[in-house]
């Protein structure tokens, strides 16, 4: 692709999760056995699009940005943690997108529909999960 290729907008998505904070296990993609904090990236709910422009086409790939945290007895500091790592998170997010990934294969970046609270399972752990949600235009292959 112009300018780099999926496999390094990938490689750009989890270096963005491990600069988010050095507590957090970071990971390309979303896998059962990752560590707990953990941020990873995973295929946000819809699919890949494919936009006309002029007379090209331009993938829109929605991606979520999730971090992960194991719950404690006290609900109120596992609140406090994933909103200091969330506030970490968006800032990191923010600027990533302000420069789509530095010219890779991206030609648009944006973060898309706010975030969200949910839960996941890690190796029958329950975490607690805030999703980001972040819609990527990707550049046309070139021969």
């Known amino acids: 692709m112009s300018g780099g290729s999926?496999?390094?907008?990938?490689?750009?998505?989890e270096a963005i999760a491990r600069d988010v904070h050095?507590?957090?296990?970071?990971s390309r993609w979303?896998?059962?056995?990752?560590?707990?904090?953990?941020?990873y990236w995973w295929p946000a709910e819809g699919s890949v699009t494919t936009n006309p422009d002029g007379c090209m086409?331009?993938?829109?790939?929605p991606l979520t940005f999730s971090i992960a945290q194991r719950p404690t007895l006290n609900a109120?500091?596992?609140?406090?943690?994933l909103e200091h790592i969330s506030d970490?998170?968006?800032?990191?997010?923010?600027?990533?997108?302000?420069?789509p990934?530095?010219?890779l294969a991206v030609r648009h970046a944006k973060r898309t529909r706010g975030w969200r609270l949910a839960n996941d399972t890690f190796a029958s752990v329950?975490?607690?999960?805030?999703?980001?949600?972040v819609e990527l235009t990707l550049r046309n292959p070139t021969p």
């Open 6 to 13: 999926f496999a390094d907008v990938a490689a750009k998505l």
């Open 22 to 26: 050095p507590d957090l296990h970071a």
């Open 30 to 39: 979303w896998h059962p056995n990752l560590a707990l904090p953990c941020a």
């Open 57 to 61: 086409a331009r993938d829109v790939l």
């Open 76 to 81: 109120g500091d596992d609140l406090l943690s």
């Open 88 to 99: 970490l998170a968006r800032a990191r997010l923010d600027e990533a997108v302000a420069n």
């Open 101 to 103: 990934l530095e010219q």
């Open 126 to 133: 329950r975490a607690l999960v805030v999703e980001f949600t």
